[in-house]
């Protein structure tokens, strides 16, 4: 029987839950010191002195640097971190602060309270400069800039090609909005950690990474040393989110003072240092028009698409705005799309990647835009998203404002048909409408995201134009002469089940058990080369890698295990944990046999090499993939307080192949969880002075549990042609498709008082004053 498609419980747990992982700061080698940051107290200044003395003079305390006191040990300095080239960010402030919490000097202590209280020893002097904390400040005409160079605070941008403006024009009907994507924290429950330990052998580095080997090829040419003397070990990691892939100080100073100091060195964020420095996500906004006809079609969009990147750009950061304006039509056929985008710096925490990175932003646009023609043409929702549908004949379909968008295969109508039918969608909305009447009762809401995404970043040439070395994946399959096996992969979890996935995947391949089967990854010594966990591509790339070496080895070993019983190979077929005779029961040998020859040269046949049942395989891809699915919501209302309840939640996914539906069912519980908090609580906020207001978690509302609906959930399967599993993804689904599907729900509650639209997240207090102000808008 296939373990593909089953709900095999995830071998990672049991350590996990009785305590026994292994994370970063667990990890205490003898000698251990801390590393710990001065940070700015000011969003944008020009620092004018700073006095380590004091500092450096406790008990304790190993060195106090600014960064013209570092070097890399030939005076002349340090390079900065690899970036947007003639925009990087330095390792520590350079001269300029432009950001709030920007490490302005760094130090290392016997333990991380002396470090703690030696930061505060430190005296750094500023001279205030007028700083911008949001995208329309930071457009301002007399804006503040900061980067005199460029002479703007647009760092980037792509204007549409074609304005569209005929195609509005020509429309039966047209409408415009404008929609804010709020700024969110990544949250994960382990901040970031790293432990480097330079030694006469080389450097090791334990870290919360998600890339390994891409943050050995980076350390390794910041730090000019070669890469065979860098061993980087990402162990258990508590999330990530995507957070964990962009370089931040701590990765390049904790090696490069171990290194000084002849010392491990380690470094741990506080809650309260992740909250407000840890890269954070989304902070879009879009100026939308769209032009459509009297029966619903959508005839033209026009989305211009400004991203606030921060203090410094980021290239994942960069790059988001890119992804949102390639997903600008979502999963709809309209005739004219124009999207464009502007990157603008502000003094404000860089942004980066976050779960759905870019896809989220315009899922939220082009749902919203749905129910606006919607409420425009009085249809209902669900009829204007099917007129508007690419059709399940249509595929591969190519979106004609991208060039790069290649929908692979989906059948969107049939998702949201599942959802209907699972929503009862008919009688919901006679019980909305009784509650209407009632006012003893809450209001009810109808929300619905029929949704596309593009997953599965591996197509050549995607991710080297974010610094990586390829964009393949890498798998190696080895057998051991027990018959057991063990699989490495390039992809690094940070909770996803790699170990459980992958281990599913061999044991089809191979017909070796299960429970036979060890998965090792996030180690850039036992795994020579590979890419790393975002963008939904572990399953499809790496799992693809894992399948193509086991069909490699499954063919040396028919080899070896015909010469035992002295068949053909043609004539062998997995059966009973080995190979058997098709046809003839008694003609058997085991993997253990077979295994066990294949390391003895005298019980091989002739040509093949001992130790062969070994492969490793770089996994490419022609395409990227497009899970797509129908969510629904439905909430209550308090009249009295304006308070939101997730009263029902649906999720239809199309994933294509499902390798675990446990293991998918979590991927998507906890996506849906971060979008229903983006709806509804979440968003880091700053003052105007560019001072954040949001730096813990007492002021940062993410959601518990009980804020959280029980989920109920369908599936749609089109598999994909562009790899062997024909699986698509879906690590980001539930965070892209969940934030319309919610604030659609919402507004659909309030439309009989003539909201038409609320930003997130939408609070108690953001709908009581809609509710109580007709005609209210935001």
């Given at each position: 029987m296939s373990l593909v498609g089953a709900a095999v419980l995830r071998k990672e747990d049991p350590n996990l839950l009785v305590g026994r992982g292994t994370?970063?700061?667990?990890?205490?080698?003898?000698?251990?010191?801390?590393?710990?940051?001065?940070?700015?107290?000011?969003?944008?200044?020009?620092?004018?002195?700073?006095?380590?003395?004091?500092?450096?003079?406790?008990?304790?305390?190993?060195?106090?640097?600014?960064?013209?006191?570092?070097?890399?040990?030939?005076?002349?300095?340090?390079?900065?971190?690899?970036?947007?080239?003639?925009?990087?960010?330095?390792?520590?402030?350079?001269?300029?602060?432009?950001?709030?919490?920007?490490?302005?000097?760094?130090?290392?202590?016997?333990?991380?309270?002396?470090?703690?209280?030696?930061?505060?020893?430190?005296?750094?002097?500023?001279?205030?400069?007028?700083?911008?904390?949001?995208?329309?400040?930071?457009?301002?005409?007399?804006?503040?800039?900061?980067?005199?160079?460029?002479?703007?605070?647009?760092?980037?941008?792509?204007?549409?090609?074609?304005?569209?403006e005929a195609e509005l024009a020509a429309a039966q009907n047209r409408t415009s909005i404008r929609l804010v994507n709020q700024r969110c924290a990544p949250v994960p429950l382990e901040?970031?950690?790293?432990?480097?330990?330079?030694?006469?052998?080389?450097?090791?580095?334990?870290?919360?990474?998600?890339?390994?080997?891409?943050?050995?090829?980076?350390?390794?040419?910041?730090?000019?040393?070669?890469e065979h003397r860098i061993r980087v070990i990402a162990p258990d990691v508590g999330g990530g989110f995507g957070s964990k892939i962009n370089f931040t100080?701590?990765?390049?100073?904790?090696?490069?003072?171990?290194?000084?100091?002849?010392?491990?060195?380690?470094?741990?964020?506080?809650?309260?240092?992740?909250?407000?420095?840890?890269?954070?996500?989304?902070?879009?906004?879009?100026?939308?028009?769209?032009?459509f006809d009297d029966d619903g079609r959508v005839r033209a969009l026009r989305n211009m698409i400004s991203q606030n990147v921060g203090g410094y750009p980021d290239p994942n950061g960069m790059g988001m705005a890119v992804l949102t304006t390639w997903m600008s039509a979502g999963c709809y056929k309209i005739d004219k799309v124009a999207a464009g985008f502007?990157?603008?710096?502000?003094?404000?925490?860089?942004?980066?990647?976050?779960?759905?990175?870019?896809?989220?932003?315009?899922?939220?646009?082009?749902?919203?835009?749905?129910?606006?023609v919607a409420d425009e043409t009085g249809l209902d929702p669900a009829d204007v998203r099917r007129r508007n549908f690419i059709g399940p004949d249509e595929f591969p379909f190519s979106q004609p404002h991208a060039e790069a968008v290649h929908y692979d295969t989906g059948n969107y109508e049939?998702?949201?048909?599942?959802?209907?039918?699972?929503?009862?969608?008919?009688?919901?909305?006679?019980?909305?409408?009784?509650?209407?009447?009632?006012?003893?009762?809450?209001?009810?809401?109808?929300?619905?995201?029929?949704?596309?995404?593009i997953a599965s970043f591996g197509p050549r040439g995607s991710l080297e134009g974010f610094g990586h070395l390829g964009s393949?994946?890498?798998?190696?399959?080895?057998?051991?002469?027990?018959?057991?096996?063990?699989?490495?992969?390039?992809?690094?979890?940070?909770?996803?089940?790699?170990?459980?996935?992958?281990?599913?995947?061999?044991?089809?391949?191979?017909?070796?058990?299960y429970d036979n089967i060890i998965v090792r990854a996030g180690d850039t010594e036992t795994m020579p080369q590979g890419i790393g966990t975002m963008g939904s591509r572990?399953?499809?790339?790496?799992?693809?890698?894992?399948?193509?070496?086991?069909?490699?080895?499954?063919?040396?070993?028919?080899?070896?295990?015909?010469?035992?019983?002295?068949?053909?190979?043609?004539?062998?077929?997995?059966?009973?944990?080995?190979?058997?005779?098709?046809?003839s029961p008694e003609d058997h040998v085991n993997w253990q046999a077979v295994a066990h020859a294949s390391f003895q040269p005298g019980q091989l046949p002739e040509g093949v090499a001992a130790g062969?049942?070994?492969?490793?395989?770089?996994?490419?891809v022609p395409n990227f993939t497009y899970p797509s699915g129908a969510y629904g919501c439905v909430v209550g209302i308090d009249r009295d307080t304006g308070e939101v309840r997730v009263e029902r939640y649906v999720l239809v996914d199309d994933c294509g192949t499902v390798i675990n539906p446990l293991l998918a069912k979590g991927q998507v519980h906890g996506g849906a969880a971060q979008g229903i908090a983006q709806a509804l609580y979440e968003a880091v906020v700053y003052d105007d002075a560019g001072q954040p207001q949001t730096s813990s978690l007492l002021d940062y509302l993410a959601p518990a549990a009980t804020e959280l609906p029980a989920f109920e959930e369908g599936r749609v399967s089109t598999p994909t042609p562009v790899n062997p599993l024909g699986a698509k993804g879906i690590g980001e689904s539930g965070a892209i498709g969940s934030p319309p599907a919610v604030v659609n729900a919402v507004v659909d509650a309030l439309s009989h008082l003539g909201v038409r639209h609320l930003d997130m997240p939408l609070s108690p207090e953001k709908v009581w004053n809609a509710m109580n102000d007709n005609g209210a808008t935001s």
């Amino acid at each position: 029987m296939s373990l593909v498609g089953a709900a095999v419980l995830r071998k990672e747990d049991p350590n996990l839950l009785v305590g026994r992982g292994t994370f970063t700061d667990d990890l205490h080698p003898a000698g251990t010191a801390f590393m710990a940051f001065v940070r700015s107290p000011e969003a944008h200044a020009r620092i004018t002195g700073i006095d380590t003395s004091a500092a450096a003079d406790m008990p304790g305390v190993h060195g106090v640097w600014s960064l013209a006191e570092l070097s890399l040990g030939e005076g002349e300095g340090i390079p900065p971190l690899p970036g947007v080239p003639g925009l990087e960010r330095p390792a520590l402030a350079d001269g300029v602060v432009r950001f709030a919490g920007e490490p302005v000097a760094v130090l290392v202590a016997d333990d991380r309270y002396l470090a703690a209280d030696a930061v505060e020893a430190v005296d750094v002097d500023y001279e205030p400069l007028p700083a911008v904390a949001s995208i329309p400040a930071a457009l301002a005409e007399d804006a503040p800039l900061l980067y005199e160079p460029v002479g703007s605070n647009v760092v980037f941008g792509i204007p549409w090609e074609d304005d569209a403006e005929a195609e509005l024009a020509a429309a039966q009907n047209r409408t415009s909005i404008r929609l804010v994507n709020q700024r969110c924290a990544p949250v994960p429950l382990e901040p970031m950690v790293i432990l480097a330990d330079a030694s006469a052998e080389g450097l090791t580095v334990h870290v919360t990474f998600q890339a390994p080997h891409h943050l050995r090829t980076k350390l390794a040419g910041w730090l000019g040393e070669k890469e065979h003397r860098i061993r980087v070990i990402a162990p258990d990691v508590g999330g990530g989110f995507g957070s964990k892939i962009n370089f931040t100080p701590e990765l390049f100073l904790a090696p490069l003072l171990s290194r000084q100091l002849g010392r491990p060195v380690k470094h741990c964020q506080t809650r309260s240092e992740a909250m407000q420095l840890m890269y954070h996500g989304r902070d879009q906004i879009h100026d939308v028009e769209v032009g459509f006809d009297d029966d619903g079609r959508v005839r033209a969009l026009r989305n211009m698409i400004s991203q606030n990147v921060g203090g410094y750009p980021d290239p994942n950061g960069m790059g988001m705005a890119v992804l949102t304006t390639w997903m600008s039509a979502g999963c709809y056929k309209i005739d004219k799309v124009a999207a464009g985008f502007q990157n603008v710096v502000t003094n404000t925490t860089p942004i980066a990647a976050y779960r759905g990175a870019g896809r989220p932003e315009a899922t939220y646009m082009i749902e919203r835009v749905m129910d606006l023609v919607a409420d425009e043409t009085g249809l209902d929702p669900a009829d204007v998203r099917r007129r508007n549908f690419i059709g399940p004949d249509e595929f591969p379909f190519s979106q004609p404002h991208a060039e790069a968008v290649h929908y692979d295969t989906g059948n969107y109508e049939a998702a949201l048909d599942k959802l209907l039918e699972m929503l009862d969608y008919d009688t919901l909305k006679q019980e909305q409408a009784a509650r209407r009447d009632d006012p003893d009762r809450p209001l009810m809401g109808i929300g619905m995201s029929t949704w596309v995404e593009i997953a599965s970043f591996g197509p050549r040439g995607s991710l080297e134009g974010f610094g990586h070395l390829g964009s393949w994946e890498s798998a190696k399959v080895r057998l051991q002469p027990d018959g057991s096996v063990v699989v490495n992969v390039g992809s690094a979890p940070h909770g996803q089940g790699h170990e459980t996935a992958f281990a599913m995947i061999a044991a089809d391949e191979l017909g070796v058990d299960y429970d036979n089967i060890i998965v090792r990854a996030g180690d850039t010594e036992t795994m020579p080369q590979g890419i790393g966990t975002m963008g939904s591509r572990s399953v499809p790339i790496a799992g693809s890698a894992v399948k193509a070496a086991s069909e490699k080895i499954l063919v040396k070993a028919k080899e070896i295990a015909a010469h035992l019983i002295e068949a053909n190979p043609d004539d062998l077929e997995l059966r009973d944990g080995g190979f058997g005779v098709i046809g003839s029961p008694e003609d058997h040998v085991n993997w253990q046999a077979v295994a066990h020859a294949s390391f003895q040269p005298g019980q091989l046949p002739e040509g093949v090499a001992a130790g062969g049942l070994d492969e490793q395989v770089f996994q490419e891809v022609p395409n990227f993939t497009y899970p797509s699915g129908a969510y629904g919501c439905v909430v209550g209302i308090d009249r009295d307080t304006g308070e939101v309840r997730v009263e029902r939640y649906v999720l239809v996914d199309d994933c294509g192949t499902v390798i675990n539906p446990l293991l998918a069912k979590g991927q998507v519980h906890g996506g849906a969880a971060q979008g229903i908090a983006q709806a509804l609580y979440e968003a880091v906020v700053y003052d105007d002075a560019g001072q954040p207001q949001t730096s813990s978690l007492l002021d940062y509302l993410a959601p518990a549990a009980t804020e959280l609906p029980a989920f109920e959930e369908g599936r749609v399967s089109t598999p994909t042609p562009v790899n062997p599993l024909g699986a698509k993804g879906i690590g980001e689904s539930g965070a892209i498709g969940s934030p319309p599907a919610v604030v659609n729900a919402v507004v659909d509650a309030l439309s009989h008082l003539g909201v038409r639209h609320l930003d997130m997240p939408l609070s108690p207090e953001k709908v009581w004053n809609a509710m109580n102000d007709n005609g209210a808008t935001s």
